[in-house]
């Protein structure tokens, strides 16, 4: 009978355990992790986890039972050094070898680090995974000034929860708006208001020039020469993808290890999912230049809970021998205080923009349409817009646009049967 090794404990991981048992696969499958504990969920640790608002006994993804009776084997606390893809082999840090049919691919990415002077000092901090989440934690109870160097999803999460905590933030960011790479300029200006509206200070379009402190950070220092005292300082600059040990044996890899619509990389034993792989999303319009991008749609790394458990389904059903294509639309989420934003599709790229609802309430979705088509929507407050917005972004529906608009017209009623 065929083995599944799979590398990467996590989300991607875990998925495509359970999707190729779902999809018939019958032989063994060992899912190797170097952390510590069985795979457990990343969102809270910047919300509800970093915040007091969850423990840690609501955190783990699947319960060990449920690995047991699809017979995962769960290897945690080891990590994969070497593929030998001539031998079908996996080398791990204890020593052993595990030889496979199939392997998965699931590594994930890790932070980018700060490149300043003084990133080395104590209390400087990085979020993501439990152990990270611990640290912030425990010094968040002792700090009482943080400086939040990144605007992005992490970033406002972070200052968020130590905010709800009672810690006095400031958020740098270099560009010009909040999560300029991921939403459009009004939510961005939402976000703003509302983290200004709980006394969070900004400092944007400024660069840190080095960190301050002597074993300890005590402030930051920035290119205009403004020096802002921290406690504490958490960096929320991005991520890159874990793709060393497909580079050393050779697979294709490119902002990403390199898949196909069926999560297959460039050789037919290997699939890869979640946060470490590139793929075709048909959601993703292929720009012109793009030889061989097509109707596929355009090759992405996406940084997701729903990326990863759709890719990783669809390289369990490629591994069991049943392969569909990548065809699920994108979503995200994020959690700031009251606030609930959703994001449905890709709004890159839209030349119409509909408001429903009142952004002054909080209360609100901006649809995006091109060429007449919803292609994306961000929510806030309103999950079942977002739930329909989907639905619609699927069918690539073409509505009336003072329909869209209308709060009498459930969004759900525009998709078609
Ligand atoms: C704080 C935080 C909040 C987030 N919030 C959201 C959110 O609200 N919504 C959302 O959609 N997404 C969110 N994300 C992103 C989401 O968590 C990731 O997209 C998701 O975890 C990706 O899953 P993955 O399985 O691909 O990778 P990961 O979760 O990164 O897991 C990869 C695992 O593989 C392990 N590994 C790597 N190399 C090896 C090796 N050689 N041997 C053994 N093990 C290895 C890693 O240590 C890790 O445990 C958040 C992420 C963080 C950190």
Known sequence: MADLVIIGASYAGTQ???????????GSITMIGDEPHAPY???????????????????????????????????TGVSARRIDRQARTVSLSDGAQLRYDHLALTTGARCRRLPCEGAELRHVYYLRDLADACDIKARAREASKAVVVGGGFIGLEVAASLRTLGLDVTVVELQERLLQRAVPALISTFLQAAHQQQGVRFRLE?????????????GVELETGEIIAADMVIAGLGVVPNVELAEDCGLAVDNGIVVDRFARTSDPAIVAAGDCASYPNPWMPAQAHEAGAGDAGRCVRIESIQSANDLARVAGATIADRPAPYEAVPWFWSDQYGYKLQMAGFSAGHDEAVMR????????????????????ADSVNRPQDHMAARRLIAARVRPDPDALADESVALKTLIPA
């Open 16 to 26: 495509l355990a359970l999707a190729a048992r779902a999809n018939g696969f019958q």
């Open 41 to 75: 969920q990343r969102p809270p640790l910047s919300k509800g986890f970093l915040s007091d608002a969850v423990d840690a006994s609501s955190l783990p993804l699947q319960s060990p039972e449920r690995f047991r009776e699809e017979r995962i084997t769960l290897r």
């Open 206 to 218: 400024t660069r840190i020039r080095r960190l301050l402190g002597d074993e300890v950070v005590t």
């Open 357 to 376: 609802g009142d952004m002054a309430a909080g209360r609100f979705t901006s649809v995006y349409l091109k060429h007449g088509i919803v292609v994306g």
